[in-house]
T-cell receptor, first 110, second 115 residues
Framework: KAGVTQTPRYLIKTRGQQVTLSCSPI?????VSWYQQTPGQGLQFLFE???????NKGNFPGRFSGRQFSNSRSEMNVSTLELGDSALYLC?????????FGPGTRLLVL | DQQVKQNSPSLSVQEGRISILNCDYT??????FLWYKKYPAEGPTFLIS?????DKNEDGRFTVFLNKSAKHLSLHIVPSQPGDSAVYFC??????????????FGIGTKLQVIP
């Protein structure tokens, strides 16, 4: 099976812009979770989608949003970007208790 | 409130010796634990997991030990190899109020295996 894929791999934006990141889960996996990784902060949970419904949400402001499509592909959107949003954004899919991660999207906000 | 703690930010071990990575947790509702390995510029890779009903799980060179009374788990790598040099994340799973699983990660320990 193909692994989790994320696009784009790298992105540079300026403050105030918005960005959309995409994630394609492993075939058959219906759960998709998003994480933000910054130095010294580990993996901070953003949200989880299952069958097009958000069923878990972390402690991030409303500028961070996501959605899931009927084919389980997921997108996350960050509006009004801030410098502090620069991070590696990771997507993970699962069908049981183990999550499998994609390579991440490295976002740099200038 | 850091519910999963990896108190050692880094660890250096000689090739061939044992690497022991530690993780402590505070939430007694965690019932499943995982270890992930992460290389720079890549996503975390699943290594090994353990259910709270067990105290040990082994997979090749990797063994995870769980001490529920101490709320502590550890990952043992024997023998350590240079390719094991990476950041290791401990993760714990509980169920949220909606009955869905929630995964909490530690901040990671950077392992360096010296040839």
């Amino acid at each position: 099976k193909a692994g989790v894929t994320q696009t784009p791999r790298y992105l540079i934006k300026t403050r105030g812009q918005q960005v959309t990141l995409s994630c394609s889960p492993i075939s058959g996996h219906r759960s998709v979770s998003w994480y933000q990784q910054t130095p010294g902060q580990g993996l901070q949970f953003l949200f989880e989608y299952f069958s097009e419904t958000q069923r878990n949400k972390g402690n991030f402001p409303g500028r961070f949003s996501g959605r899931q499509f009927s084919n389980s592909r997921s997108e996350m959107n960050v509006s009004t970007l801030e410098l502090g949003d620069s991070a590696l954004y990771l997507c993970a899919s699962s069908q049981d208790r183990t999550q499998y991660f994609g390579p991440g999207t490295r976002l740099l906000v200038l | 409130d850091q519910q999963v703690k990896q108190n050692s930010p880094s660890l250096s071990v000689q090739e061939g010796r044992i690497s022991i990575l530690n993780c402590d947790y505070t939430n007694s509702m965690f019932d499943y634990f995982l270890w992930y390995k992460k290389y720079p510029a890549e996503g975390p890779t699943f290594l090994i997991s353990i259910s709270s009903i067990k105290d040990k799980n082994e997979d090749g060179r990797f063994t995870v030990f769980l001490n529920k009374s101490a709320k502590h788990l550890s990952l043992h790598i024997v023998p350590s190899q240079p390719g094991d040099s990476a950041v290791y994340f401990c993760a714990a799973i509980s169920m949220n109020s909606g009955g869905y699983q929630k995964v909490t990660f530690g901040i990671g320990t950077k392992l360096q295996v010296i040839p």
